[in-house]
């Protein structure tokens, strides 16, 4: 079988279900900023995808902020010529952590598509910069993105919406808002188009991770892993447009904080395993 | 493995996932009433769950006039003492198909459960007669009966509210809308409880047939099969109420009409699978 489920080599890359939360508490924006190796970093905020983007980086300004940033950038991107500018572009080589916020991610990957600053995105994540994003943040990591199409209408053939996204994450297709907004069904459907792609289904205020073949759970909500590779069945090629999909032995996780999923051999890590699989990459990497 | 899952025996058994159509068309309303060995059936209508029972009546009443009932009863049992009447009991000895109406499955329960009405039903339906309902009236048909705890909110131990159903078939947990409403987590966190319940998570508009060992989807929408026999780990018993619950390895199948499942050995049966099963029960029970 091939499983080429991996996140691309660089530094620490995180998503985010959406939602999370934002006051003190704030588990899990300040573990992404303990992924940073400084202890004060530099945080980097993306609103693009956002139709608020004043509100949306207020909030994170006050969060970071709250949580030890030396500072938060406003990094206000609101159009395809300032995805070109050397200004944005200089601020996100000063940011130690990119954060890429929730709203549309078709306008992230229509704005940030081929642009210098999503260049540098790349480059920041090689030199081993955190990357992080939430809810069309997270959806725009993955190669072929999810974008649209209701959940209560999906299993039905075309009605889930795909396009390329970043690509920051090899072989993986991640979903947001998952269990909030019932989205099984669409990762089911995704699945059946091709099984080869592993399904990360992002509950709210949950967030996963990627480190190597290794992926993490972290946050207080649910993360759904949705393995279509061992389908036996599905009517899906045979269908027109609007059709009843049906698809057969898809296997699934829930996973909670502390777990953990190998992309490479598609297994549930335990927290005793995971725990042994950081230290391996730790050992790797330093 | 021990696999329990199958229908009591008698006449066929339907539950609908809710919301089926009720106009000219009535996929899956028109098919119950070719479940019934008589030409032109008398269909019961039980509304007990519903808090508008005229309405759902009248609804009912004028559907399956139109597609040929000979009569449609109106068993309007809204308390205990209605379920010991011998008036209801004789409507129910009378009704070639008895239907069960949505609503609040805990009405049902509360209101059927243990009465003479209750079991002049299981005694209709091992005469041969035909037994349906949608939404709290096929939820109510399992063994072990969810009938609340809010989709965005399962996972969480203790968020699905279980109780005693009628047991009209074994091993199985029946819930319903359930792709519109995002119940997907709901039957992962039952089935964390017990892996040896197979779930059964109906959509709306889609209905599946008991017959023996076979469960057959049929209807426009989706049926989603729910089998946690494989489950590799759960945290479940280790946990207090509201903590987040892992699960690994959950098989699902969305299946849809002309497919079916076989309960006994927990497989997908295709098209022509499922029309020579249906031959075999045909000849075994003529």
């Not at 500072?71 to 010529?81: A, F, G, M």
């Not at 709203?103 to 999503?118: E, K």
């Not at 490479?264 to 990459?281: N, Q, S």
Request: glycine content about 12%.
């Amino acid at each position: 079988m091939s499983t080429p489920a991996k996140s691309t080599p660089g530094g620490p890359l995180v998503a985010i279900g959406g939602a999370e939360d934002k006051t003190s508490e704030a588990e899990i924006l300040r573990r992404v900023l303990s992924l940073s190796k400084k202890d004060a970093p530099v945080v980097g905020v993306i609103t693009t995808a956002s139709s608020v983007p004043d509100d949306v980086f207020g909030e994170y300004h006050e969060v970071f902020s709250g949580l030890g940033a030396s500072e938060v950038l406003d990094i206000r991107i609101r159009e395809r010529s300032d995805a070109a500018s050397e200004q944005f572009v200089e601020m996100i080589r000063n940011s130690d952590i990119v954060f890429i916020s929730g709203g549309d991610q078709m306008r992230l990957t229509n704005i940030l598509g081929g642009s210098p600053v999503l260049e540098t995105i790349r480059a920041q994540r090689q030199s081993g910069s955190v990357i992080a994003g939430t809810s069309a943040g997270a959806a725009c990591q993955s190669q072929t993105m999810v974008y649209g199409g209701p959940a209560t209408d999906s299993l039905r053939k075309g009605a889930v919406q795909m396009a390329a996204g970043f690509g920051l994450v090899d072989g993986i297709i991640i979903d947001t808002h998952f269990l909030e907004r019932g989205r099984f069904s669409r990762l089911m459907e995704v699945g059946a188009t091709n099984p080869e792609y592993l399904g990360v289904g992002l509950g709210e205020d949950a967030a996963v991770l990627f480190e190597g073949d290794v992926m993490r759970a972290f946050g207080p909500g649910h993360v759904i892993i949705v393995d279509s590779s061992q389908i036996s069945g599905s009517n899906v090629f045979e269908l027109s447009d609007g059709e009843a999909v049906t698809v057969h032995n898809v296997i699934m996780h829930a996973l909670v904080d502390g777990y953990g999923f190998n992309l490479k051999d598609r297994r549930v890590l335990g927290p005793d395993e995971l725990r042994a699989a950081g230290l391996e990459h730790w050992i790797a990497n330093s």
